[in-house]
Protein backbone atom coordinates (compact mmCIF):
# COMPACT_ATOMS: atom_id res chain seq x y z
CA UNK A 1 0.00 0.00 0.00
CA UNK A 2 1.31 3.49 -1.22
CA UNK A 3 0.86 6.38 1.31
CA UNK A 4 0.22 8.84 -1.20
CA UNK A 5 0.80 9.29 -4.54
CA UNK A 6 1.07 13.20 -6.07
CA UNK A 7 2.03 14.40 -9.72
CA UNK A 8 3.73 17.82 -9.80
CA UNK A 9 5.26 18.74 -13.44
CA UNK A 10 7.47 16.07 -14.79
CA UNK A 11 7.47 14.20 -11.07
CA UNK A 12 5.69 11.46 -9.55
CA UNK A 13 6.35 11.50 -5.68
CA UNK A 14 5.36 8.41 -3.69
CA UNK A 15 5.33 9.13 -0.22
CA UNK A 16 6.04 6.74 2.98
CA UNK A 17 4.94 8.19 6.16
CA UNK A 18 7.26 7.12 8.66
CA UNK A 19 5.52 7.34 12.13
CA UNK A 20 7.70 4.90 13.96
CA UNK A 21 10.29 5.92 16.61
CA UNK A 22 13.68 5.01 16.64
CA UNK A 23 14.02 2.91 20.02
CA UNK A 24 14.84 -0.18 17.85
CA UNK A 25 16.68 1.26 15.05
CA UNK A 26 17.17 -1.99 13.25
CA UNK A 27 13.68 -3.20 13.59
CA UNK A 28 12.81 0.19 11.96
CA UNK A 29 15.14 0.39 9.45
CA UNK A 30 13.62 -3.67 8.28
CA UNK A 31 10.47 -1.88 8.29
CA UNK A 32 11.21 0.75 6.12
CA UNK A 33 13.50 -1.14 3.77
CA UNK A 34 10.27 -3.75 3.13
CA UNK A 35 8.25 -0.51 2.39
CA UNK A 36 10.69 0.66 0.03
CA UNK A 37 10.98 -2.84 -1.75
CA UNK A 38 7.40 -2.71 -2.04
CA UNK A 39 7.06 0.81 -3.45
CA UNK A 40 9.90 -0.86 -6.24
CA UNK A 41 7.79 -3.41 -6.80
CA UNK A 42 4.61 -1.92 -6.90
CA UNK A 43 6.19 0.98 -10.01
CA UNK A 44 7.63 -2.25 -11.76
CA UNK A 45 4.63 -4.28 -12.02
CA UNK A 46 3.00 -1.09 -13.85
CA UNK A 47 0.23 -0.93 -11.07
CA UNK A 48 1.43 2.68 -10.59
CA UNK A 49 0.63 3.85 -14.53
CA UNK A 50 -2.47 1.75 -14.07
CA UNK A 51 -3.88 3.44 -11.14
CA UNK A 52 -2.10 6.91 -12.18
CA UNK A 53 -1.85 6.87 -16.26
CA UNK A 54 -0.31 10.29 -16.15
CA UNK A 55 2.88 8.89 -13.84
CA UNK A 56 3.86 7.52 -17.13
CA UNK A 57 7.36 8.63 -18.19
CA UNK A 58 7.51 11.00 -14.54
CA UNK A 59 10.66 11.15 -12.69
CA UNK A 60 9.83 8.91 -9.73
CA UNK A 61 10.48 9.73 -6.41
CA UNK A 62 10.24 8.77 -2.79
CA UNK A 63 9.70 11.04 0.04
CA UNK A 64 9.86 9.20 3.46
CA UNK A 65 8.53 11.54 6.08
CA UNK A 66 9.60 11.02 9.24
CA UNK A 67 7.59 12.12 12.68
CA UNK A 68 10.58 12.29 14.86
CA UNK A 69 13.88 13.20 13.68
CA UNK A 70 16.58 10.65 12.56
CA UNK A 71 19.39 10.01 14.05
CA UNK A 72 22.36 11.20 12.27
CA UNK A 73 24.25 8.51 12.10
CA UNK A 74 21.52 5.84 11.01
CA UNK A 75 20.32 9.11 8.54
CA UNK A 76 23.65 8.11 6.78
CA UNK A 77 24.10 4.23 7.05
CA UNK A 78 20.37 3.77 5.80
CA UNK A 79 20.17 6.64 3.16
CA UNK A 80 23.56 5.45 1.11
CA UNK A 81 22.35 2.17 1.48
CA UNK A 82 18.83 2.52 0.04
CA UNK A 83 20.05 5.04 -2.91
CA UNK A 84 21.73 2.78 -4.34
CA UNK A 85 18.87 0.37 -4.75
CA UNK A 86 16.85 2.41 -5.75
CA UNK A 87 19.09 4.27 -8.29
CA UNK A 88 19.17 1.09 -10.02
CA UNK A 89 15.44 1.23 -10.55
CA UNK A 90 15.81 4.90 -11.47
CA UNK A 91 14.09 6.56 -8.43
CA UNK A 92 15.13 9.35 -6.39
CA UNK A 93 14.91 9.47 -2.60
CA UNK A 94 14.25 12.53 -0.63
CA UNK A 95 13.72 11.92 3.28
CA UNK A 96 12.47 14.76 5.89
CA UNK A 97 11.32 15.33 9.03
CA UNK A 98 7.46 16.91 9.29
CA UNK A 99 7.59 20.54 10.02
Request: glycine share 4%; with cysteine.
Amino acid sequence: QVDDITIEGDTCYLTIADQLDWSDELAHLELLEKKLMDYVLFIKSGSLVNLHPNAEGKKLVVKVVSRLEVPLDIHQRAYDQIVTGLQENKIELMWHKLK
